[in-house]
């Protein structure tokens, strides 16, 4: 260690209560920061993962034109090409194939109108959350017998249709090749979901069903693809993208979640920015606090630093030394506050904690489950720390240059 | 005395001082802003929902919660609304509407809507539809109707485009009726744009053979606190047959975002405050140290330890609350000068869904002020708690060695 | 809930008479368009209207036909056997299928304006909705509201002659009158009009084009393999084209087709739709 830094880091310790307060509130700054931007993470990576584990996953695979049309018309061929492709891909958690139109619901004289989803239920159990939330009976069999036809509807829907467990329903809806499409069907269980639109609407068959309803022979609608995170859906959606180039590509369309659920994302945004700033004004005070440590510190020793310069110190190495004192100040900040940050995140990671009372059911009423959880990414502690060094290199100018400016006429005079 | 004492002592260093109260000033005018900007978003919010046909309060017959159909409908025999609401004076406008579900048609597609009978001139006062119009003009002649610019693209329909509605009526009859389209829709509101067919009340009273029956009633007050009267008195005038509820129950959402933003203002200001209490410290030290031997003489002349501390303490509160005041007054003057928004709509266009406008205007009441000063003043004590007990506790004769 | 349906509104009246009246925007350029010649004087176009609606049909018809389907996503033409009585001044009628075998026994019975519908392999009535009405009727490019539209509606339009076809021109291979229909404003149609040729000599329908709003033509009706029965000149082959879906026709092959028959007001009814025959 040169003799600078040695200086320097003497200095920083002459007041040692003075230093200690400084650096206290940095820690306090950086573990604020740190586990407020996990939190928010956390729940967003959860807001992002409750949303797309009811509806079509990270990534979905379907007809082109598929999403601005909904009819069976555009499909997705299911002869073996796209399930190999899907295979082949890195980071996919899971994937489930599903038919998915619009049919009539109906019992007796009640009759609703539903969106239909044929569904794997072992593959699906894997991408969405459906088959858990079933509340009442079952969820549809994965090997319906011949002639077996199964319906788990979704609990508000249910209830408008007066049905129970047991019952048996009518599904009226327009086929593929386009003749009525009537089938009756046994209500095997009924969902309770969150979002109270999709409880009204949904009708859960097995897909082997559906595909003899709509006539849809080897065709599916879509495939649905969770990702291992919410970060990686892109990517993924890109790889797919090059598997499936060439003719195949062509009758195929790719969407990710964000632009399946576009006002989810700009919601998390609004979120992140509205916490940004905040933590931006936090971050800012503690620049001021470590402006006037080391400004302080500058001023008591005028003395001492007109002498140095007398004695033939350049003011840039006195620009420095100033700088590295308030960069120790901070390291020695960041140090402390990512020792106490760091390891109970890197436990706390990924894991859920049930909330309770008021803000449980506030949660539900988003849509979301009850629960807290942290999500420590690397940018996260890096973004933070940054933002804390930046603040401190602009915090020591001043003084720094004060500190250069210095006369060493002046300094002595004040002996 | 010991104010002008404390005061002086703040100012023996200027540009400590300075900085002290720049670093309160910036944190509490960066709370104050940032804190308007949310209540702003969360209060446009609840207007939007409440002008996009919300309204504060809705009048249903018995059971329209769990089965809103046709059949529960309200009949001026049966429930006199209108003579009830007519002598509430604090109700300013209401307006009669039939609510029911039907299928749009056009030459080239067909879309499932909801349906709304409105009485044009009463919609005017309650709701933003009628404001909205982008293209031809609101509801006038009969056998007319109004549409969102969304569902007009889908329908391929513009004004006068002859449309088909056909739905099932009270009887459960099929019926069906030609309308033009008089006026096209631009709201930020996905109810308005893509899913609702506005018609003349008597229009859809006599699509559905629903005689001189209505679905709802809608009221629109002045003044959001007068809500729960206004139930309640409406409550008690109708006794039977009807339900009356506010903007509050039928959306409770709304509601919880605006609790949980109190909960965040509070959480928001003593994190920034605890930031600041280390520096406040620091600096109330640094003070106390420096003025070692002048403390040793007050006291060796007789002041008490009382009063030292309470000097010192007063010194804390006294740039706690300059820093304070210049920051609340920083904050303000920020949003006053963003009081026409921040307009966000070129990135953020989807939240229209959420029912957030793409202009965010700052918005403030005066019961925000009370967390910041509650929390600035503990700050303030609490800061000046080690360095005030340092004072107090230093004895004259160490004191006055330090010549 | 807001379901995007296809665009299969066809308002038409089912077997035959199409009818839209009202001023059409483009109501020059069609003359135009189809290269007619002036009708003589004389000819009132309401009475062509009337002479062909009655030529279609009686006050009680029975019809006996085979529907022929073909569309891109059909691997070979779909074949529907039907039989149906029909009620015109009650506005009732009842259809039943006989074929394929798995559509066999299936019902319609209209009493206007509602619709049921019988599916035998389920057992169930079930009364048309809203939703349901735009979509195909057994596949075909004719929807359940076609059906149910009302196949004289002489007085929800209005007539005009626009000029004589010679035959010659590629519309039609006979020399025919061709009269515009509109919808009266009040007519539930969204129709904006449709243009019909009616053989000069016979006055049955030849041909029968549906324009939108707009002046697009959406769909166009042959009508042709004419047979005398009685004083009447019955197209036993009626074909449709929907112009906005390539690929896709269906046609209609009159096997049985007798006037002024003798049956029952009875069989109208629900109960009578759940049997077989």
């Known amino acids: ?28 700054a950086l573990v604020l920061v740190i586990f407020s931007i996990s939190m928010a993470d956390g729940s967003h990576e959860k807001m992002i993962e409750d949303a797309v584990r009811l509806s079509s996953g990270h990534v979905a695979v379907s007809g082109k034109g598929y999403r601005h049309s909904m009819t069976l018309e555009q499909f997705v061929p299911w002869d073996g090409r796209v399930e190999a492709a899907i295979e082949k891909a890195d980071s996919v958690r899971a994937w489930a194939p599903r038919i998915s139109s619009f049919a009539l619901v109906s019992l007796g004289d009640r009759s609703h109108g539903s969106m239909v989803i044929g569904v794997d239920p072992e593959r699906e159990a894997g991408v969405t959350k459906f088959v858990s939330r079933v509340n009442e009976g079952r969820f549809v069999d994965q090997n319906p017998g011949p002639g077996v036809r199964e319906v788990v509807l979704g609990r ?5 249709l007066g049905a129970a467990i047991g019952d ?16 009756l069907f046994e209500v095997v269980g009924t969902m309770a979901l969150p979002d109270p639109r999709l409880e009204r609407n949904l009708t859960i068959v097995h897909l082997d069903v559906a595909s003899e309803f709509y006539v849809y ?12 995170s919410a970060g990686n859906a892109a990517a993924l959606r890109t790889e797919l993208e090059s598997v499936f180039a060439g003719p195949l590509g062509d009758e195929l369309e790719l969407q990710d979640y964000e632009e399946m659920m576009p006002g ?40 001492e630093l007109g002498v140095i310069l007398a004695l033939g110190l350049k003011p840039i190495a006195l620009f420095r030394m100033v700088y590295l004192e308030s960069m120790m100040l901070a390291g020695v900040g960041l140090a402390i506050g990512l020792l106490i940050a760091l390891p109970p995140l890197a436990w706390l990671n990924g894991m859920e904690f049930p909330l309770g009372g008021d803000l449980a059911q506030a949660t539900e009423i988003f849509g979301m489950e009850p629960v807290l959880t942290f999500k420590l990414i690397p940018s996260n502690p890096i973004f933070s720390t940054l933002t804390i060094v930046v603040v401190a290199l602009l915090a020591a100018l001043y003084p720094a240059l004060k500190a250069s400016r210095a006369h060493p006429v002046d300094a002595l005079r004040s002996l | 005395m010991l104010f002008r004492m404390a005061w002086r002592n703040l100012w023996r260093n200027p540009r400590r001082t300075a900085v002290v109260l720049t670093a309160i000033s910036v944190g509490i005018a960066g709370c104050v802003l940032s804190m308007a900007i949310n209540l702003g978003v969360m209060t446009g919010m609840i207007d939007t929902a409440i002008r996009s046909g919300l309204g504060h309060i809705q009048i249903h017959a018995d059971g329209w919660d769990d089965n809103p159909e046709l059949e529960v409908r309200l009949t001026e025999g049966e429930v006199p609304f209108a003579s009830a609401l007519d002598s509430i004076p604090e109700v300013r406008r209401w307006a009669p509407r039939l609510q029911a579900q039907g299928l749009v048609a056009s030459a080239r597609a067909s879309v499932g809507v909801s349906i709304v009978g409105v009485d044009p001139e009463r919609e005017r006062g309650v709701s933003v539809a009628a404001d909205s119009i982008d293209e031809g003009e609101w509801l006038g002649e009969p056998k007319r109707l109004v549409l969102g610019y969304k569902l007009a693209s889908r329908l391929e329909a513009e004004i006068g485009t002859k449309l088909v509605i056909s739905a099932q009526d ?7 009726q030609a309308y033009r389209v008089a006026g096209i829709i631009r709201a930020s509101s996905r109810d308005l744009d893509d899913g609702l067919v506005f018609l003349r009340l008597e229009d859809a009273q006599s699509l559905f053979g629903m005689g001189n029956a209505i679905s709802e009633v809608v009221i629109v007050t002045e003044d959001r606190e007068r809500v729960g009267l206004i139930q309640q008195k409406l409550q008690s005038s109708l006794a039977s047959g009807s339900e009356v509820r506010t903007w509050e129950q039928l959306e409770p959402l709304l509601v919880y975002m605006v609790q949980s933003f109190d909960s965040m203002a509070w959480i928001m200001y003593a994190a920034v405050f605890i930031a600041m209490a280390f520096g406040i410290a620091n600096v109330l030290l640094m003070a106390v140290f420096e003025r070692t031997r002048e403390i040793g003489m007050m006291r060796a002349v007789g002041m008490s330890r009382v009063r030292v501390v309470a000097m010192v303490v007063l010194e804390s509160t006294l740039v706690t609350m300059i820093g304070l005041g210049l920051g609340v007054g920083l904050g303000l003057v920020g949003v006053w000068l963003l009081r026409d928004g921040i307009d966000i709509s070129t990135w953020a266009g989807s939240l229209d869904d959420y029912g957030i406008e793409s202009v965010l205007k700052p918005s403030m009441r005066p019961r925000d002020m009370i967390a910041p000063l509650l929390i600035g003043a503990l700050t303030a004590i609490l800061s000046s708690f080690w360095p005030a007990l340092r004072a107090g506790l230093a004895k004259p004769a160490d004191a006055l060695r330090r010549i | 809930m807001i379901a995007r349906l296809p665009g299969n509104t066809a308002p038409a009246v089912v077997f035959a008479l199409f009818l839209l009246l009202g001023p059409t925007p483009s109501v020059a350029s069609i003359e135009t368009d189809l290269s007619l010649e002036p009708a003589p004087d004389g000819i009132d176009a309401g009475e062509l209207a009337r002479k062909a609606e009655n030529n279609m049909r009686s006050e009680r018809t029975y019809i006996a036909a085979k529907m022929t389907v073909e569309s891109p996503r059909l691997s070979r033409a779909r074949v529907v056997a039907f039989h149906s009585w029909e009620n015109s001044p009650e506005k009732k009628s009842l259809i039943r299928i006989d ?17 049921w519908m019988y599916v035998p392999r389920v057992e169930r009535t079930v009364r048309v909705p809203p939703s349901m009405m735009l979509q195909s009727w057994m596949g075909s490019d004719f929807s359940n509201d076609d059906l149910v539209r009302e196949s004289s509606e002489i007085e929800d339009y209005e007539h005009r002659l626009l000029g004589f076809d010679p035959g010659t021109n590629g519309n039609v291979d006979r020399p025919a009158y061709v009269v515009e229909y509109k919808p009266n404003e009040d007519a539930a149609v969204v129709w904006g009009s449709i243009v019909g040729w009616l053989d000069v000599e016979t006055g049955a329908p030849l041909r029968q084009d549906f324009f939108d709003e707009d002046g697009e033509r959406m769909r166009v009706m042959r009508f042709s393999d004419f047979k005398t029965i009685g004083k009447r000149h019955v197209p036993h082959l009626w074909s449709m084209t929907p112009l906005d879906k390539p690929g896709h026709s269906t046609s209609i092959e009159v096997t049985e087709i007798r006037y002024d028959a003798d049956f029952d007001s009875d069989i109208f009814t629900t109960r009578n739709l759940k049997r077989r025959d």
């Open chain 3, 99 to 115: 074929a394929p075998a798995k559509d066999k026994g299936t019902g319609f019975l209209k009493l206007h304006p509602n619709l």
């Open chain 1, 1 to 28: 260690m040169n003799i600078e830094t040695r200086l320097a880091w003497r200095n920083v310790w002459r007041n040692p209560r003075r230093t200690a307060l400084s650096v206290a509130a940095t820690v306090f």
């Open chain 1, 156 to 160: 508000k829907l249910a209830e408008r």
């Open chain 2, 170 to 176: 009270l009887g459960g009859e099929l019926t069906g």
């Open chain 1, 264 to 303: 989810l994302v700009q919601l998390i945004l609004i979120d992140d920015a509205g916490m940004y700033i905040m933590l931006a004004i936090l971050v800012v005070v503690v620049g001021f606090g470590i402006l006037n440590t080391i400004l302080m510190a500058i001023l008591e020793r005028t003395r």
């Open chain 1, 168 to 183: 048996e329903i009518l599904l009226y809806g327009v086929a593929y090749s386009l003749e009525t499409a009537y089938e």
């Open chain 1, 217 to 228: 022979e080897d065709r599916i609608t879509e495939v649905a693809i969770l990702a291992d």
